[in-house]
């Protein structure tokens, strides 16, 4: 564990890191967009159309962030419930797995953290509230079965898109898209987690854990079932790697299988590999 550490630390906080601008930019577009005092939202009264820019916002930020120099090293998952859905694959190395949820885990908690500091009282108002995720007002079993659907459409996407020769480049802008029409349409039902560190970043300084269970169990099991629906059509080999982006000159510290390709180019930073 402690080999591994010091040879991928690096990918670590690059989840970290990762995860943490992406819970400071929702912070900061949501008390841009939500409280009261904004004028935004004294602009545009439409809650529909607010969580269009929300989702946008969010959706770029997802997209810049993939496709950013440390995503495309670590491979972008900033998620556990991504994380361990390609270790249940095979992708992952079990001590890669531990410290990756470790990182993101501290990193939305972290960006959270900062948010507060950056936007003090506006982000304890109740409009905002830490960007809580909690279910809507049809209630707890909705919220999880919301969760579990676009944790699957998800990962579905991703391993559908990402294991595609002409399309795998383009994964971290499906995915983007994806956050964004998520927002835009099933926020209301569950506040769109699907994402355990991202919702217990937010539950920690808010102190409100309600239904806090439901983001920690239904995303891990969207996603696993779209992982195990994925291998019974196409088979284990077809799951290539874990990195959402692997057409760049990144090392991978992943179980890649893209040396097993007929290629024009070197390989991307296949003399990391983790043994099979």
């Known amino acids: 564990m402690m080999y591994t550490l010091r040879r991928h630390y690096p990918e670590y906080l690059m989840e970290a890191a990762g995860l943490g601008i992406f819970m400071i930019a929702a912070s900061g577009v949501t008390v841009l967009v939500e409280h009261p005092a904004s004028l935004v939202r004294q602009v545009i009264p439409d809650p529909v159309l607010r969580r269009f820019m929300i989702g ?14 440390w995503g495309k090293q670590s491979g972008a998952h900033l998620n556990p419930a991504v994380t361990f859905t390609f270790f249940r694959l095979g992708k992952v190395n079990g001590c890669d797995a531990i410290f ?12 959270v953290l900062i948010a507060a500091m950056l936007f003090r009282e506006a982000i304890a108002d109740s409009t905002v509230n830490y960007i809580v995720t909690l279910p809507g007002s049809r209630g707890t079993g909705v ?11 998800l990962m ?3 391993l559908i898109v990402s294991n595609h020769a002409k399309l795998s480049r383009f994964t971290g802008l499906f995915s983007g898209i994806l956050v964004a029409i998520y927002i835009t349409v099933e926020a209301p039902l569950s506040g769109m987690s699907m ?22 169990t239904a995303p891990l099991l969207g996603m ?29 510290i992943f179980r890649c299988g893209y040396q097993s390709l007929p290629m024009t180019s ?11």
């Open 143 to 153: 919220a999880f079965l919301a969760e579990l659907i676009i944790s699957f459409g």
């Open 195 to 216: 994402n355990p560190a991202r919702t217990l970043a937010s539950a920690i300084p808010a102190q409100n854990w309600t239904a806090i269970w439901i983001y920690f």
């Open 224 to 252: 696993l079932l779209a992982a195990e629906l994925y291998v019974r059509l196409k088979g284990r080999a077809a799951v290539r790697c874990a990195k959402l982006h692997h057409h760049n000159h990144k090392r991978c």
């Open 100 to 111: 990756y949820m470790v990182a993101q885990c501290i990193g939305g908690l972290s960006g």
């Open 266 to 276: 070197p390989p991307q930073g296949l003399s990391d590999q983790l043994p099979h």
């Open 156 to 158: 579905t996407m991703i």
């Open 56 to 69: 946008v916002a969010m959706g770029l930020m997802a997209i810049t962030i993939v496709y950013s120099p």
